[in-house]
């Protein structure tokens, strides 16, 4: 049927062409496209898992500028314009609802993409790297059956894999050794060392093991003379 694939147009066409047709099957804008929220600290995972979703619905040239709107007078403008609200529905309902408040007066779905990306895609996620580091680190089978055991290993393996990609440079291999001593090190202070352990992480760059080194024994110093 007609109705099934009426955007031949857009697979088509050259990458500054517009749809002319609006899809039928895919007009509930409170759909949600991924299951988790978009927050101020999971931009990565959020923005992969909406691409995804996007781009099973032939929708994903809307959001990263391929599709260029057309003039207010075109004839095509009122099916692109249905379209490109559509898209922005279901970006702004796959986001906490304090962050869709923030965009909602987006004025396309490409604006929307960009402004999130500006805002929480160039964020430091040192911490998160620590976090599933850690987790990965102390994972236990449990309770769970060995494929359930094995799906939680893989799925934080890949997103570990998103925030901290794979390099062959060998400046940075050797800045990813050092930074995994710092992991590794915060990981095994104790629970009085929490708040520096958080602003370590929290810094615009992690710092070397040795000034984490020098940091830790300086908190010790102000600990023994407290006493």
């Known amino acids: ?21 609006v899809i039928h099957g895919e007009i509930n804008p409170n759909q949600q496209l991924c299951s988790v929220l978009l927050n101020e600290f999971n931009y990565l995972p959020w923005s992969r898992a909406v691409s995804l979703a996007l781009g099973g619905r032939s929708k994903l040239r809307y959001v990263n500028g391929t599709i260029k709107p057309p003039e207010s007078t075109s004839l095509s403008f ?31 779905s490409h604006l929307l993409w960009e402004s999130i990306k500006e805002m929480y895609g160039i964020q430091n996620n040192v911490a998160c790297v620590f976090e599933l580091k850690k987790s990965l680190a102390g994972l236990k089978q449990g309770d769970q059956s060995f494929v359930q055991h094995l799906g939680s290993m893989k799925s934080m393996r890949n ?27 915060l990981a095994s202070l ?20 040795i000034i984490v080194c020098h940091a830790v024994q300086r908190k010790n ?6 006493y």
């Open 1 to 21: 049927m007609a109705e099934d694939n009426p955007f031949n147009s857009e697979a088509t066409s050259s990458s500054t062409s517009t749809p002319t047709n």
């Open 78 to 108: 009122d099916a692109w314009h249905s379209n490109d609200q559509l898209v922005m529905s279901w970006i702004l309902n796959s986001m906490e609802p304090k962050l869709s408040e923030l965009f909602s007066y987006s004025g396309s």
């Open 159 to 185: 997103e570990l894999a998103l925030y901290y990609p794979h390099i062959t440079e060998f400046v940075m291999l050797l800045k990813r050794a050092d930074e995994d001593k710092v992991f590794q090190l």
């Open 190 to 209: 104790g629970a009085e060392y929490e708040d520096l352990c958080s602003h370590l992480l929290m810094t615009l760059e992690l710092p070397s093991f």
């Open 221 to 226: 110093l102000k600990k023994g003379n407290a």
